[in-house]
């Protein structure tokens, strides 16, 4: 659920402290591993209460900074951005859903999504990078697919070009 809401890696989410969420002003600090800066996101309440569930209901009562942990002891963080996915994973496939190699359905689909999420929304390349903690906006060339609505805008007609034959009817 934080992940889809904010578009946070699956490496930032297995090195997620308590400390790092503001619960009173919903909103989740950290430093990014891969780029090392910090960043600053809001927490939607569906989010909030799904970590706060978690938290008080789920995760083990142990002196672990660490917000998520394994389900068995001993307890400790997830080790990596597998020991995430793998937990998308689990729920995938005990939903039937069918998985192929390539065909998105993997946790990072949930910063894709914020990322094309974003862009719909008319959000600057600044302000989208910042959000996904890239260190420059022209990872964005690359990285949101190609809007075929925005394309449309582009386009241009034929008006006004004489048309010799009809091949395109």
Known sequence: ??????????????????????????????????????????????????????????????????????????????????????????YVKLENIEKRPRDGKTFHAFRRNMGIWLLNSGAEPELISQVLGHQSKDVLKRYLPLDTSKLEICALNFDGIPVKSEVYR
């Open 1 to 90: 659920m934080l992940a889809s809401v904010t578009g946070i890696r699956a490496i930032d989410i297995a090195n997620l402290k308590l400390r790092d969420i503001n619960w009173k002003e919903m909103t989740v600090y950290f430093i990014q591993c891969k780029t090392g800066f910090g960043v600053s996101l809001p927490m939607e309440s569906v989010a909030a209460e799904a970590v706060a569930d978690y938290i008080l209901n789920g995760r083990p009562d142990v002196a672990i900074p660490y917000v998520f942990l394994t389900v068995d002891p001993p307890f400790r963080k997830l080790n990596d951005k597998s020991s995430v996915a793998n937990v998308l994973n689990k």
